[in-house]
Nanobody
Framework: QVQLVESGGGLVQAGGSLRLSCSAS????????MTWFRQAPGKEREFVAG????????KYVDSVKGRLTIPRDNAKNTVTLQTNSLKPEDTAVYYC?????????????????WGQGTQVTVSS
């Protein structure tokens, strides 16, 4: 089993920044890709960004490109999400997810492990 724990959420004004972190423990050798999803109130969970641990290939949803990034120099078994120029529509619970598959995919059902989530609230 793999356990994922997110941290770094909070309340920030529009235009501000937060750095989210996800720490993995347990059988981390089985993890190939790590990803961030988010879910706003009344909306479905959506893919935000992900990284393939071996080669460092990243993938982002179009709405966050240029504002939210996953640094390639993550510490072992950790993935961060640097969020800049935040907008009120970025308000959501942000979840870390991991899978044994080789490629970052945007389908939540294909992920094997999930964290509990961390709340990000952006005020206008």
């Amino acid at each position: 089993q793999v356990q994922l724990v997110e941290s770094g959420g909070g309340l920030v004004q529009a235009g501000g920044s937060l750095r989210l972190s996800c720490s993995a423990s347990g059988r981390t050798y089985s993890i190939v890709t790590m990803t961030w999803f988010r879910q706003a109130p009344g909306k479905e969970r959506e893919f935000v960004a992900g990284i393939e641990r071996s080669g460092g290939t990243t993938k982002y949803v179009d709405s966050v490109k240029g504002r939210l990034t996953i640094p390639r120099d993550n510490a072992k078994n950790t993935v961060t999400l640097q969020t800049n120029s935040l907008k009120p529509e970025d308000t959501a619970v942000y979840y870390c997810a991991a899978r044994r598959g080789m490629v970052v995919v945007d389908t939540s059902q294909l992920y094997d492990y999930w964290g509990q989530g961390t709340q990000v609230t952006v005020s206008s």
